[in-house]
């Protein structure tokens, strides 16, 4: 599907490892690079050892690959060579001029082909990395061994008792405020700031996780310059937006996935989460799937439980010998 | 040149008011297409100056590297067209008419931002159709590029840009409801996909050929 030309591999190191806040558990990728398909650089980060059998870890919206710091080595020391990647515009990643759902969807597919041609493996998505790599398990399934999909099933929050003329001037001011700020950003620049700002800025959309974890996240996901730390987030993207798209979609690709899936839920509801109800989701697991829900966790249930999280999916996705690409085939 | 985002998009400046003046007359193109060279027969008698733009990855706009089109994406185009036709000043106003999929567009124009288009015509043209209006079972897939345009991934994604007709029919009522026209919309086309079909069924909706609808909107 993808392959219309070789993909330029470029060896990189993003960042300093020693300007990066330590965090308990928290390990550097031990291989980077930039894989170019499409004319854009999209940065992979690796942990584990290259010739054990690979899996993918997908992030959600406004995130990064090196969210995954903690959660990533210790499904490496489970024997696998964990591959994450920036999508387009954040992160290490290039800002292109165009973001999109087929776009992040594409450039996904540089990576599975890259990574694991033509045999599938696990793949394991947060967020809006669950919700793509959903689509994509139901579009290409046989890219896919397992899916685990990690609080990342949207579902329509509908706000209640409104009117619809209500209704209606809220959605104008929703789209007139995306124009006005599509108007301004040819020259926006993310706010600057120290690293306890950055992370406190961050910490009103995940108050649920760990001020240290939170700083270390700036110096993992942001760059430093004369005036301060700024995200490398392009600044172009921000939350919100519209379109034709509804949150439920996603839920009815979940019955007829054919290869087995996890689905884990955080129960406590965070502002970057879907806000998605467990009993909603229940009804819509496919024949060999299940879903596990995490009592007193938020959105960022392999941040705030990396151990319970990482056995529970090494647990699912089995022995890494028994992988279609184990060590050594 | 106009700068949205990191593309440089082509308007182009048919042609100057007669006099008398009169409001600017914008020219979507249709998906694939470019924008015409000199100003088309139909909009002879418009009063006031006539532009087309060209979208991003079509004519002389930039052409973005691994796609990543929406409608939405070409609604901000159109946006920065309006913008600068108006020079910013928000109690100025536009008519757009749309060639299919810049009908599409037109249509969100209108609706995105109400006060500021008095009257979007829909006519047809390539790309009026679009894509389903649910979920779908789609794949995704590379394309070759040569750097030319039109680019084969705004002919791919746009022409399956999801168009669900309650998503189109919202456009409608929000130009209704911010516009100082009864009728905003013009419905000319003769082609009604299920979207427009939608569109042309609601309130504040004007059948007529593209002529009438343009002597409507010129005064």
Redesign the interface.
Known sequence: ?????APVVTERHFGDPASEIHYPGAVHPLREYHLN????DIAVHEWGAPDSPPLLLVHGGFDFARTYDVFAPRLAAGGWRVVSWDQ?GHGDSE??????W??D???A??VFDHVSPGRPLPVIGHSKGGALMTQ?A???PFRFTHLVNMDGIPYNRRIPDVAE?ER??M??AE??G??DH??N??TAQRKPGTIEELAKRRGRMNPRLDPLWLQRLVTTGGYESDDGWRWKIDP?MRFG??????PE?TL??LPGLPMPFLGILGREMEEMGWGTPPEKVLPYMPHDGRCELLDGVGHFVHIEEPELVSEMVLDFIGDPGASPIGAGS | MLRHGKVDLALHHLRDARSGGGRPLLILHGLGEASPATVPTWADAWPGPVDALDFTGHGLSTIPRGGGYTAELLLGDADAALNALTDGDPERSITVVGRGLGAYIALQLAGGRAAQVHGAVLVDGPGLAGGPTGPTSQSFFSLPTTGTAPDPYALVELGRDLRPPDYATLFVRLALAGSDLDEPIAVASVFRPEWLDAVSREHGVMHASLAEALAAYSS
């Open positions: 599907m993808t392959g219309t030309r398909e499409n004319g854009l387009r800002h292109p001029e165009l973001y999109s087929d776009a969807m594409r450039d597919l540089s994509l139901d579009a290409q003329h209606t001037k959605v104008s789209i007139a995306w124009l599509r108007r950003t040819a172009s937006g519209f379109g034709p798209w509804r979609w009815m690709r």
